[in-house]
């Protein structure tokens, strides 16, 4: 069965860091570009960062750009989205998504897709 699963989100306060994880069963992550968007609320869902599956490429949203970090671990058939200086609009479900986009905010062209993962900055 084919699966990814994120895990990781929770509610922090401005300026502290999560880390998400995207763990995949039933196919190898290192096949496939993996991309990170997100969806606040009454807000269309949007690309947060993608690193590809060829020579590792990153690609990060303007909005993250220096304060998030992509990363894959192969052996452990996993992607991590480091979070740092947190934001309260950094406020969103977090998915992450396998596939071979063209262009990594196209989310047509990913196949796979998590359940999400409820990311929370608050004071």
């Known amino acids: 069965q084919v699966q990814l699963v994120e895990s990781g989100g929770g509610l922090v306060q401005p300026g502290e860091s999560l880390r998400l994880s995207c763990a995949a069963s039933?196919?190898?992550?290192?096949?496939?570009?993996i991309g990170w968007f997100r969806q606040a609320p009454g807000k269309e869902r949007e690309g947060v960062s993608c690193i590809s599956s060829s020579d590792g490429s990153t690609y990060y949203a303007d909005s993250v750009k220096g304060r998030f970090t992509i990363s894959r671990d192969n052996a452990k058939n996993t992607v991590y989205l480091q979070m740092n200086s947190l934001k309260p609009e950094d406020t969103a479900v977090y998915y992450c998504?396998?596939?071979?986009?063209?262009?990594?905010?196209?989310?047509?062209?990913?196949?796979?897709w998590g359940q999400g993962t409820q990311v929370t900055v608050s004071s």
């Open positions: 039933g196919f190898t992550l290192d096949y496939y570009a």
């Open positions: 998504a396998a596939g071979w986009p063209t262009l990594w905010l196209l989310q047509y062209e990913y196949d796979y």
